[in-house]
């Protein structure tokens, strides 16, 4: 149904006929965006087997930047032909697929043994209160997913204006290097996951931060129009690596019966990052350089590394099973 509530709303959006009905519409459809991130996260999570969890849902995290490299092509083809209603017009089709899922996707067996017994939501966020142990790590993976949030969405929002503003390359050839660092962030994201199935889902996460962090001074310190391309690229497949492999990492961190409650709390008060990263960096750009606030951005994914490295240890429960592993 977060499918569902995203797919409609968005589509909406080229009914609209002014600012306000437009940001009505665009904050409807995030709540359902918000949701979707979350459930589809924990439901595959309670599928999967620990041996290659990381790999499945880094691969399904390699879908949303599939998807924004679709709606790259789809805006291309699609704008200049017939504006920018028409775009909104293709988000209707993922509700038939919602719909399909809906029909032939069980819940998770994990899950179903909790049915019976589980709470409502105001126990929920007690339990994940309950003890100092779970209270600290989801604090601890709250400020984690601000910081990621934060990197992630400033660099979305900026690298395109710093690219064009800064580097002096036109908007065509600025759409060619998303897309290539868009389909690099594909392959970051089942890389990580494998990866993390062999090597660890906590340091993998941390490479991914701490590697985004360093490279992006550096492309902002050694760029030329000669090596451009290859920078994004390489930049497009770290900072994928964090996103490939925090969905598995986070919903082992805490037991069947709060899991939706506190990877959804915890993710979305992060999105605090993402709402302040843009504006934040603005002002930056606007008194500095956009060159300055990427540095910046490389600031929080340090932190988003850093935190999970010292403090939050990884498989410290199986969503197939409901006792802690760890």
């Not at 008060?269 to 709402?275: C, D, K, S």
Request: net charge positive; glycine share 10%; aromatic share 16%.
């Amino acid at each position: 149904w977060t499918i569902v509530v995203f797919s409609i709303g968005t589509a909406a959006l080229g009914l609209t006929q002014n600012y306000w009905q437009f940001a009505l519409l665009r904050f409807l459809s995030a709540l359902g965006l918000g949701a979707e991130y979350v459930v589809c996260n924990t439901l595959m999570a309670e599928y999967v087997p620990t041996e290659r969890r990381t790999t499945v849902l880094g691969t399904l995290q390699a879908g949303w930047s599939v998807g924004y490299v679709v709606a790259t092509v789809l805006a291309g083809a699609i704008i200049p032909a017939y504006g920018w209603r028409p775009l909104f017009a293709t988000a209707i089709v993922p509700v038939l697929l919602a719909l399909f899922i809906r029909r032939v996707v069980p819940e998770p067996p994990g899950w179903q043994q909790h049915v019976r017994a589980r709470a409502t939501t105001q126990r929920q966020w007690k339990a994940v209160f309950a003890s100092a142990q779970q209270r600290q790590i989801f604090l601890l993976w709250t400020l984690t997913s601000c910081f990621l949030q934060f990197g992630y969405y400033g660099v979305n929002n900026w690298l395109p204006t710093y690219i064009v503003n800064e580097l002096g390359f036109n908007f065509t050839a600025m759409t060619g290097y998303l897309v290539g660092t868009y389909v690099a962030m594909v392959l970051g994201k089942i890389v990580a996951g494998y990866l993390a199935d062999k090597l660890g889902r906590r340091w993998m996460y941390v490479f991914g931060g701490l590697a985004t962090a360093a490279f992006l001074p550096f492309i902002v310190q050694f760029h030329t129009p000669g090596n451009i391309i290859v920078l994004l690229t390489i930049f497009g497949f770290l900072y994928g690596v964090p996103y490939g492999v925090n969905a598995t990492y986070m919903t082992e961190s805490f037991a069947t019966h709060i899991r939706g409650t506190a990877v959804g709390g915890a993710y979305n008060i992060g999105r605090v990052g993402a709402a302040i990263a843009p504006w934040l960096i603005g002002i930056v750009a606007t008194n500095y350089s956009i060159g300055l606030g990427l540095i910046i951005m490389g600031g929080a994914y340090f932190l988003t590394g850093i935190i999970p490295a010292l403090f939050i240890r990884e498989k410290m429960y199986d969503p197939q099973q409901s006792e802690a592993v760890i």
